[in-house]
């Protein structure tokens, strides 16, 4: 028999430990799929706020602005 608050704290221990490591995820200016920041590709020129998925929605970000 277990105590629901040896529920909640095995929960809430497994909740902490998942998010330990994790990375930022960013939205593809193009089609707004989310992904980790390090699979993304920045904008041409850098600019920190705009990413995509791939080089083909990078081109397609380039060419619109």
Same mark, same amino acid.
């Given at each position: 028999?277990? +105590? !629901?608050?040896?529920?909640?704290? +095995?929960? $809430? /221990?497994? +909740?902490?430990?998942?998010?330990? /490591? $994790? %990375?930022?995820? =960013?939205? &593809?200016? =193009? &089609? *707004? #799929?989310? #992904?980790? !920041? +390090?699979?993304? #590709?920045?904008?041409? *020129? ?6 995509? &998925? &791939? %080089? %083909?929605?990078?081109? !397609? *970000?380039?060419? *619109?602005?």
């Amino acid at each position: 028999h277990r +105590s !629901q608050a040896h529920d909640a704290d +095995s929960s $809430a /221990g497994r +909740s902490a430990r998942s998010t330990e /490591g $994790a %990375e930022s995820m =960013v939205k &593809c200016e =193009v &089609c *707004g #799929l989310n #992904l980790p !920041q +390090s699979d993304a #590709l920045a904008a041409p *020129g850098a600019d920190p706020k705009r990413w995509f &998925c &791939c %080089e %083909e929605h990078r081109r !397609q *970000g380039a060419a *619109g602005r």
